[in-house]
């Protein structure tokens, strides 16, 4: 018979042994009032800081107020419900019709539910933020119309999936699988960006525009001499003066010369050095020679006849050629 090791049972009623860990319990989240009081304690901005706070909230109340939606969750997970985060839902709606550019209520719910499916992970609805930043986006793309919006749509969804791939590059664990993420996510990168592309040439109705900017350094741009036209006014006194002394007769023939002096020489025991003298031009020499030359041939070197063959005989008299001889030309 064999004997067979039985578990050791607990007595009844007898505590379970709690297992040990050396790892320590997380630490609670702070509230709303904790988190409140950690801020207090942070030091106060310096001046450049609390000036660029002011510049950037005067900036912040300069700009457009977007649309923004509530989101509440429903009993499944995927199931939400969005409505009005204020209780005026006549002029909530006014707002979302006019943020994806149209009349129509129907075509706005579907955008948004277009948007919505795009911002959903796997098994999780999207948050009420993200669907409030893609609204963002889509306020600042401004569509004028349905086609402008659906662009909008495509850009919103290039964008959201781009950054989806990214993340998931980075969190990945091998480089084959980081560098496939990355891939996809460029190839979405430019997707978006040819959507870009595509709105801009639809609002500028295919037509390029080239942008031609003056750099003005010292004053105004003059092209060619002075009666030329002149392209930019000057807007500063100190610019118009520089102008007018520019077109001054003065400025224009140049200041007068300064009288020369003699230079000095290394040697103090010689004199200086002279230095050109003379007042006016002087006549040039002719480069011909001082005996110009005739037509009639006197002066001029005469014509030596030479025989073509060495073995020719030389012609009789001079100025006429004989057989084997010719005149040079």
């Given amino acids: ?78 199931a939400m419900s969005v409505g009005p985060p204020h209780n005026d839902a006549q002029g909530w709606s006014a707002q979302i019709t006019d943020a994806f550019g149209t009349r129509s209520r129907s075509f706005a719910d579907q955008s948004l539910l277009r948007i ?24 600042a793309i401004a569509p004028r119309d349905e086609l402008e919006a659906s662009i909008g749509e495509q850009i919103i969804a290039a964008h959201a ?27 979405v990168s430019r997707t978006m960006a040819a959507h870009v592309d595509t709105l801009a040439k639809l609002r500028s109705g295919g037509k390029q525009t080239h942008e031609v900017r003056y750099v003005y350094v010292n004053g105004p741009a003059v092209i060619g001499d002075h009666n030329q036209a002149v392209f930019g006014s000057p807007s500063t006194p100190a610019q118009r003066q520089k102008l007018a002394q520019c077109h001054a007769p003065d400025a224009i023939a140049g200041p007068a010369a300064p009288p020369s ?27 011909r020679g001082e005996k110009p030359r005739r037509a009639d041939g006197q002066g001029e070197r005469p014509i030596r006849e030479r025989a073509v063959d060495p073995g020719a005989a030389p012609s009789a008299g001079p100025g006429q050629a004989g057989a084997g001889q010719r005149r040079p030309s």
């Fill in 1 to 78: 018979m064999s004997r067979r090791a039985k578990p050791h049972s607990a007595a009844p009623g007898a505590a379970k042994a709690k297992p040990t860990s050396k790892l320590e319990a997380p630490t609670p989240q702070p509230n709303g009032s904790a988190l409140v009081d950690a801020i207090a304690l942070l030091p106060a901005p310096v001046e450049v800081e609390a000036a660029a706070i002011v510049t950037a909230r005067e900036r912040r109340e300069q700009r457009p107020v977007r649309a923004r939606l509530k989101v509440v969750a429903g009993a499944k997970p995927l």
């Fill in 116 to 139: 919505i499916h795009v911002l959903q992970s796997r098994g999780e609805a999207p948050s009420e933020p993200s669907i409030n930043a893609a609204l963002a986006l889509m306020g």
């Fill in 261 to 287: 002096l003699p230079l000095r020489s290394e040697d103090e025991a010689r004199d200086r050095v002279p230095l050109a003298s003379g007042e006016g031009p002087e006549e040039m020499p002719d480069a």
């Fill in 161 to 187: 999936v781009s950054m989806g791939l990214m993340h998931k590059a980075q969190t990945a664990d091998t480089v084959p699988t980081m560098e496939a993420y990355t891939n996809m996510a460029t190839k």
